[in-house]
Every structure is written in C-alpha cells, then in structure tokens.
C-alpha cells in the first residue's frame, strides 16, 4: 500500500525559507512522476511543482525562480526548497504521484498534506 507522508511545513514570514518533505512508503519512483499541489482557503488545488523520473520539472509561473523540486532516491523522498517566500504561498501543500507513469497527470497517490501559513 503506498502512502504519501508530507512534513516540513510552519509558519513563515515575507522573504523566508522552508523546506517541504515528503516520504513516499511502499512506493517505486522509477518510471513516475511525483508532484506538489497547494490549496490556499477559498481557492482551488493548483499545481506547484513536479518532476518525473528523467528528472524533467515543471514550476508554476508564480513560484519558478524561487522553488526547487528535487528527489532523494536514497530515501524515496520528494523535496520542495521554498525561498522568497511570499504571502500568496501560503496554504496546504499536498504530495502527489502517478501510479505507473512519467506523464505528470492523473495522480494516483495524494498526501494529507502540510500546512504553510504566516
């Protein structure tokens, strides 16, 4: 049974920095794609980031330049370096990911999520 467990999230202010975790159990990264969504209060899941096992990345426009998406194999871990943060990121992030396929779309596998709030 895969799980999706997010960590890392918390308060932060204008210009500051957090680091998203999330710990992929009983899942196979190869072959896949793995993403991040947000979801602020009162607004849609949107898109953040993504990356697929060729390590091709996706960012959206609002978060490129000051978000990294990245995978620690080692520890079957997807990762999210969010600096510059700004008001407009705060939110529930949420970790995603494919069951059998790089195409980063139709994810079959949602975290809980973690909040990042002011």
């Known amino acids: 049974q895969v799980q999706l467990v997010e960590s890392g999230g918390g308060s932060v202010q204008a210009g500051g920095s957090l680091r998203l975790s999330c710990a992929a159990y009983?899942?196979?990264?190869?072959?896949?794609?793995m993403a991040w969504f947000r979801q602020a209060p009162g607004k849609e899941r949107e898109a953040v980031a993504n990356?697929?096992?060729?390590?091709?990345?996706y960012y959206a426009d609002s978060v490129r330049g000051r978000f990294t998406i990245s995978q620690d194999n080692a520890k079957n871990t997807l990762l999210l370096q969010m600096n510059s943060l700004k008001p407009e990121d705060t939110g529930m992030y949420y970790c995603?990911?494919?069951?059998?396929?790089?195409?980063?779309?139709?994810?079959?596998?949602w975290g809980q999520g973690t909040q990042v709030r002011r």
């Open positions: 995603a990911a494919t069951r059998d396929s790089k195409w980063c779309l139709g994810f079959a596998y």
């Open positions: 009983g899942y196979t990264p190869s072959g896949t794609c």
């Open positions: 990356i697929n096992s060729n390590g091709i990345t």
